[in-house]
């Protein structure tokens, strides 16, 4: 053993002395060879106890948290295959005594569960495609574009972030009805086509790229939409993806929206037909109803899964710069 330790000492000592000073990088690498390195943790710094205990009893908090978050997702799946009589039985029974599989049925013959996705399927789906598409095309000239006013007009265009929808809803409802495409889906999609968090979020990100980049497009003749296209919008992707999740998530799950405007049945939403199945506290069946909540939580959930890497990427990337 001590030969060898000895074998990889003479090693080290020769591969640094080629290329470093050998210094500090021996001392390094013969306490490797050692096993004397002190262990550190993914981010570099050395593992002390004290790190060590702090690491795990935030550890301990993430998994409370994520449990307080999951156990009522896991309840209401649960509860959808319980009769509807069993669903707030006292005390509470997690697991059902006969599972009920005839509720995905019933919810599918019931109702018209297949039109509701059908709607909501293709609001989530226009309605991010121009949320995104508008929102990175204006970030694009508020972050490389310098015009008089730009940062005044960005930071007022923002600010409308912070005005609550119920303040011009009204006002909103009655252009609508006169441009005549209340009670369309159309409503919706032009309600939520543009969005300022959008153009936020992508700005923030664009200004991580460098601007030389861009400016070396232009010497080679790119247009400003060039540039747009080819440059900023691939370089882009974790930011994009982050959009369209947050976008998409938020159109599927939106409720007054198609409350206010889509009165016709056969424009219902998931969510807005789902509301239908209670009519009052003491006559609602229950597990039918979260059959259908379960349904509408699917796509949602394998959406997040495929895209959180870039969403998590995304949101990160984008406040470094602000």
Same mark, same amino acid.
């Given at each position: 053993?001590?030969?060898?330790?000895?074998?990889?000492?003479?090693?080290?000592?020769?591969?640094?002395?080629?290329?470093?000073?050998?210094?500090?990088?021996?001392?390094?690498?013969?306490?490797?060879?050692?096993?004397?390195?002190?262990?550190?943790?993914?981010?570099?710094?050395?593992?002390?106890?004290?790190?060590?205990?702090?690491?795990?009893?935030?550890?301990?908090?993430?998994?409370?948290?994520?449990?307080?978050?999951?156990?009522?997702?896991?309840?209401?799946?649960?509860?959808?295959?319980?009769?509807?009589?069993?669903?707030?039985?006292?005390?509470?029974?997690?697991?059902?005594?006969?599972?009920?599989?005839?509720?995905?049925?019933?919810?599918?013959?019931?109702?018209?569960?297949?039109?509701?996705?059908?709607?909501?399927?293709?609001?989530?789906?226009?309605?991010?495609?121009?949320?995104? $598409?508008?929102?990175? &095309?204006? @970030?694009? *000239?508020?972050?490389? !574009? /310098?015009?008089?006013?730009?940062?005044?007009?960005?930071? #007022?265009?923002?600010?409308?972030?912070?005005?609550?929808?119920?303040?011009?809803?009204?006002?909103?409802?009655?252009?609508?009805?006169?441009?005549?495409?209340?009670?369309?889906?159309?409503?919706?999609? $032009?309600?939520?086509? &543009?969005? @300022?968090? *959008?153009?936020?979020? !992508? /700005?923030?990100?664009?200004?991580?790229?460098?601007?030389? #980049?861009?400016?070396?497009?232009?010497?080679?003749?790119?247009?400003?939409?060039?540039?747009?296209?080819?440059?900023?919008?691939?370089?882009?992707?974790?930011?994009?993806?982050?959009?369209?999740?947050?976008?998409?998530?938020?159109?599927?799950?939106?409720?007054?929206?198609?409350?206010?405007?889509?009165?016709?049945?056969?424009?219902?939403?998931?969510?807005?037909?789902?509301?239908?199945?209670?009519?009052?506290?003491?006559?609602?069946?229950?597990?039918?109803?979260?059959?259908?909540?379960?349904?509408?939580?699917?796509?949602?959930?394998?959406?997040?899964?495929?895209?959180?890497?870039?969403?998590?990427?995304?949101?990160?990337?984008?406040?470094?710069?602000?």
């Amino acid at each position: 053993m001590a030969e060898q330790q000895q074998i990889e000492r003479d090693a080290a000592d020769r591969l640094v002395s080629d290329f470093t000073p050998p210094t500090a990088a021996v001392r390094s690498l013969r306490k490797l060879a050692d096993g004397n390195e002190p262990k550190r943790g993914p981010d570099g710094e050395k593992l002390t106890p004290a790190r060590r205990i702090g690491r795990i009893l935030m550890y301990i908090a993430l998994v409370i948290f994520a449990i307080g978050l999951l156990t009522p997702f896991v309840w209401m799946v649960l509860s959808s295959f319980k009769s509807s009589n069993e669903v707030f039985s006292v005390p509470i029974k997690w697991l059902p005594e006969t599972w009920v599989w005839q509720n995905y049925v019933d919810i599918w013959t019931q109702s018209n569960m297949l039109v509701w996705i059908r709607n909501t399927l293709f609001l989530a789906v226009v309605v991010t495609f121009l949320q995104v $598409l508008t929102g990175s &095309f204006a @970030a694009y *000239g508020f972050a490389r !574009m /310098k015009f008089r006013g730009r940062d005044v007009l960005f930071l #007022l265009y923002v600010g409308t972030i912070a005005v609550p929808w119920q303040s011009y809803m009204i006002p909103q409802f009655i252009m609508l009805s006169n441009f005549k495409v209340s009670n369309t889906l159309w409503s919706i999609i $032009l309600l939520q086509a &543009f969005g @300022a968090f *959008g153009v936020f979020l !992508m /700005k923030q990100f664009y200004e991580t790229i460098p601007e030389e #980049l861009s400016e070396a497009a232009r010497l080679d003749g790119l247009s400003e939409y060039a540039i747009w296209r080819k440059i900023m919008l691939p370089l882009s992707i974790p930011a994009l993806a982050s959009l369209t999740l947050l976008t998409f998530v938020n159109t599927w799950n939106d409720y007054l929206g198609p409350l206010i405007y889509l009165r016709n049945p056969d424009l219902w939403t998931i969510q807005l037909g789902l509301k239908g199945f209670v009519s009052n506290l003491f006559d609602t069946n229950y597990a039918l109803l979260f059959a259908g909540l379960t349904i509408s939580v699917i796509p949602i959930a394998i959406i997040f899964l495929l895209g959180q890497k870039y969403f998590v990427e995304g949101i990160a990337t984008s406040g470094l710069k602000g």
